[in-house]
């Protein structure tokens, strides 16, 4: 069946009119249906009331004439083709027609009698192909700037050709120079200059990234980088794929906000631009072979398209024309014209063409023969240029596999739907989502195979989008249990009719757990700088407490009593300083000491410790067979067994219990250790039970993950078991766990024992304090601890001036610098730090021995005292003890240097 093709006809010579009719009417192509009018205004109530394929006008109306009355009809029918027909001799007429928008034009009178279908069926070819075209460019358009990725396209000189909406919003929000990021600009030298520390190297490296892919080099490149702003920290990834396309070096590179995953463990997305152009200028020409006098006649267009002169070249001599052909195509037109001439047979090629001025065509021949008295005695046709219509369905098809390398490169799940909701195309990422192949998914419906569902889902984004016309989201949960967050866009035609929508989804189901965490880290963050901030302060208060009960302790020499309740201050003291260390070792902020440690110390103190915490209904039982000697940080066992005591209780809190604590000593044998992991060595092991609710498989294969917790929420961090199993690691040590629902649970902690804990390297004969006569200037601001410095070094027997005012103490040893033999700086204090005084006091004078005091401080510790001069770092709260031996240590090797000096 022919395809129907209706057609308006403005002619306002009903001749013509009838003669068009005539032309038409028995064609092979199409059944052409032509509605004639006379009058534009007619036309146009005409085109209201019925649906054309493409309109033919006169452009001599009775009620518009000359160009006014194309560009009246275009803006009428802005999307159908339009050809015109004009009088004799009135080619001028039928150019500015083109110009005007008409798809081509006849002269009335000088086409042969099939010409006519033929221009026609090329009018609606072109006019469809060019619609697909902008359609699929507006797709394109709509689709990138829906993405929430960062999209540039450069060409082979890393040139920005094109970004999305997402590149200009991030570019525009972070004020950066659209000079240097938007279109025009040279991409590459961008990251090649930038020199900023922490990005410079990794902008280099996906610079050269970028010139691989462009040079063929590889086919895809993706790095991870950094990219910090003054309010937060982000990091992003960038992906760079090359185009498709013989001979095309340019390349997408996209960027794609990835802050959440790398904060919990790098601008824009840049979009493809497509220069499609198509000529509007449609050149038809005609000839005619004549086999009785082998003449050939050309008409002025054919020259034209040619590239010849009219006056110089005759067309008669066959061959010599058929060169104008490619070579690769020149078999094919020279067998189609044999045929032609010989047999009858018609033909319809497109062939590449090589005209005389140079330019390299693409030309659609047409010929059939013509017949009389039984013999063939001519064979005519057409020549046309249809490069643009070419290089339009090329553009079309290198279109659609641009669009399909972009979106395939992208990590979220894209398709596209009609406006039933019908895939009509998924990228990779929803395919292997879906986990079916392309072909399966196309032609299903969304909610069918992504959902595996039998009906729209309720409240669906994508379906709302469709309905109201605007972008809708929503996040919710799929059959899989996976979190969504799902966008809908829909698509429009040139009329703005929405013909289907874009769905765009992302399992976001890692980033709203690792946004938890992020919260919980925060959360631990803010602790650790509250147990900071205690430290310093409270550090000062111990030292006072115990520097003047050692002072208190010296004066009362005959009165046991006060002498006992002294030692129970001093005491109290210690474990208030032990209690510091543990809370700034908890945040992180205190150094790890290894030391010698009897377990079985700390857990009695620890016991002793929760033992009034713990409700009636809960019994403690201690046995200690094997007590013994390791080598650790006191503060940090401590914090393991305490933690492990804790959750004991947590485990009996509702119906009370046992809870005990044993040590024992394990002899690791070679096959038992390697097993475990430790050692063929003996082993302190502390057991720590409960009769509480105890644990199944799946919570003990998570116990000693960070975040991991049972608790309710609010009363767990979910790091407290991590910790102690870092700690227990960190110790040469391991946890090992038993646990059954309703048997309560068992961890045992093993400690690597000492084989010699009470050798000579860790048993000190009592020390006698050393004293001085030296003079020494203290400075603190805190007038307590100003006093207690003066009266225990003055009991030691140094000179001492205090101050607590560090700007008054540099004003008067600027005025006699040799007053003193040494300077005791506190390191927080309002006006100037003790750095800073320090640094003040050895400009004054060179080589004078300065210490620093410290209650707590991220600006000081050993290594940075040293590196800045400072001969010592004494620590609050410190004991009489040592004070004075750090004060005779420093002065003692400030001795032997300036001997060292004097002698040489």
């Known amino acids: 069946m022919k395809e129907q093709i209706p057609i308006l006809l403005i002619e306002d010579n009903p001749g013509d009119a009838d003669l068009i009719r005539l032309l038409l009417a028995d064609e092979d192509r199409a059944e052409f249906e032509i509605v004639w009018v006379s009058r534009l205004a007619a036309a146009f109530d005409r085109l209201k009331e019925q649906e054309f394929r493409l309109v033919m006008v006169d452009p001599g109306l009775p009620d518009s004439s000359g160009m006014d009355t194309i560009r009246k009809l275009r803006q009428a029918v802005c999307d159908l083709p339009i050809v015109v027909i004009t009088d004799n001799n009135d080619e001028e007429t039928g150019l500015a027609a083109l110009r005007e928008g008409a798809q081509d034009y006849l002269i009335k009178g000088r086409f042969p009698d099939d010409f006519l279908a033929r221009v026609l069926c090329n009018a609606l070819e072109r006019n469809q192909v060019q619609k697909r075209l902008n359609e699929s460019e507006r797709f394109l358009r709509s689709t990138l700037d829906a993405l929430t990725s960062h999209i540039a396209i450069l060409d082979d000189k890393g040139m920005i050709l094109l970004v999305n909406k997402a590149w200009q919003q991030f570019a525009a929000a972070n004020h950066a120079d659209p000079g240097k990021v938007m279109e025009g600009a040279d991409y590459l030298a961008v990251c090649e200059n930038i020199r900023d520390g922490e990005t410079e190297a990794g902008a280099r490296d996906f610079a050269a990234g970028i010139r691989s892919v462009m040079k063929g080099g590889s086919d895809f490149f993706e790095m991870e980088y950094p990219c910090h702003s003054p309010e937060e ?167 659609e596999l641009r669009l399909q390398t972009i979106l395939d490169a992208i990590s979220d799940n894209i398709i596209l739907l009609d406006s039933d909701l019908k895939i009509q195309w998924p990228n990779l990422a929803a395919c292997k989502f879906a986990g079916l192949p392309r072909e399966e998914l196309i032609g299903r419906f969304c909610f069918e195979a992504l959902q595996m569902g039998s009906g729209i889902c309720a409240d669906c984004p994508v379906e709302q989008a469709v309905r109201t016309g605007r972008m809708q989201m ?127 110390y700390i857990i009695k103190e620890i016991l002793k410790m929760i033992r009034a915490t713990l409700p009636a209904t809960i019994t403690i039982h201690q046995k200690i067979h094997g007590d013994g000697w390791v080598m650790g940080d006191p503060t940090q066992i401590h914090q393991v067994i305490m933690n492990l005591c804790i959750n004991a209780h947590h485990a009996m809190r509702e119906n009370g219990g046992d809870l005990g604590v044993s040590i024992s000593v394990e002899d690791m044998a070679g096959e038992t250790a390697g097993s475990s992991g430790l050692s063929a060595k003996p082993y302190l092991r502390v057991d720590i ?32 078991l991590s910790v102690a199993f870092g700690i227990m690691q960190s110790h040469g040590g391991m946890i090992r766990v038993e646990s059954k629902i309703g048997k309560g649970s068992v961890f045992h902690l093993y400690f690597p024992k000492l084989d010699d804990p009470v050798s000579p390297a860790f048993v000190h004969e009592p020390e006698s304090i050393p004293s001085g006569s030296e003079r020494i200037l203290v400075v603190d601001d805190e007038a307590a601890l100003t006093d207690l410095m003066k ?114």
């Not at 449609?282 to 009219?310: C, N």
């Not at 693409?362 to 046309?384: C, P």
């Not at 116990?703 to 979910?718: M, Q, S, V």
């Not at 607590?804 to 006006?831: G, K, S």
């Open 791 to 904: 009266r225990l070094l003055e009991s030691l027997g140094y000179q001492v001036t205090a101050y607590n005012d560090p700007l008054a103490a540099l004003r008067d040893f600027r005025n006699d610098p040799e007053l003193y033999d040494l300077a005791i700086v506190d390191m927080t204090m309002p006006q100037m730090t003790g750095d800073i005084l320090a640094r003040e006091l050895m400009n004054v004078r060179p080589g004078l021995p300065v210490m620093v005091c410290t209650g707590f401080s991220e600006r000081m510790d050993k290594d940075k005292a040293k590196s800045s001069g400072i001969r010592a770092v004494l620590e609050k709260p410190f004991e009489r003890k040592d004070l004075a031996g750090q004060v005779r240590h420093v002065l003692d090797s400030s001795l032997q240097a300036g001997a060292c000096l004097a002698k040489d």
């Open 689 to 720: 039970t409960d009769t509480g609710v105890g644990m199944d498989e799946t919570v003990l294969s998570r116990l000693f993950e960070p975040y991991f917790t049972t608790k309710i929420k609010g009363e767990g961090t979910g790091l407290g």
């Open 233 to 399: 920290k982000r990091w992003f990834v960038g992906r760079v794929s090359p185009f498709c396309g013989e001979g095309d070096h340019r390349v997408v590179v996209a960027h794609e906000n990835i802050t959440l995953r790398k904060l919990a463990e790098l601008e824009n997305v840049k979009s493809l631009e497509l220069l499609n152009e198509t000529q509007r200028l449609s050149r038809v020409g005609g000839w005619k072979y004549d086999l009785v006098d082998g003449k050939i006649h050309w008409t002025d267009e054919v020259y034209r398209i040619y590239g010849l002169e009219k006056e110089r070249y005759d067309p008669s001599d066959i061959p010599k024309d058929i060169d104008f052909y490619a070579p690769e195509d020149r078999k094919r037109i020279e067998e189609a014209f044999q045929r032609a001439v010989t047999e009858g047979r018609s033909y319809d090629l497109e062939l590449r063409f090589h005209a005389a001025d140079g330019r390299r065509l693409w030309v659609r021949t047409l010929g059939h023969a013509e017949w009389q008295d039984g013999k063939i005695n001519r064979v005519s046709g057409n020549i046309m240029d249809v490069t643009e219509s070419r290089h339009a369905r090329d553009s079309l098809l290198e279109s």
């Open 474 to 600: 929503d996040t919710r949960t799929d059959s899989q249990g996976r979190t969504l967050s799902i966008k809908g866009c829909p698509v429009r035609d040139v009329a703005g009719k929405i013909i289907g929508v874009v769905e765009m989804s992302e399992d976001v189901s890692e980033r709203l757990s690792l946004e938890e965490q992020l919260r919980q880290a925060q959360k631990m963050e803010t602790i650790g700088l509250l147990a900071g901030g205690i430290a310093h302060d409270f550090n000062n208060i111990l030292s006072a407490i115990i520097g003047y009960s050692e002072l208190a302790q010296q004066r009362n020499l005959f009165d046991e009593v006060l002498s006992g309740y002294l030692a129970n201050v001093l005491k109290a003291g210690h474990r208030a300083k032990n209690l510091v260390h543990r809370i700034l070792a908890f945040s992180r902020q205190a150094e790890t000491r290894y030391m010698p440690v009897k377990i079985g």
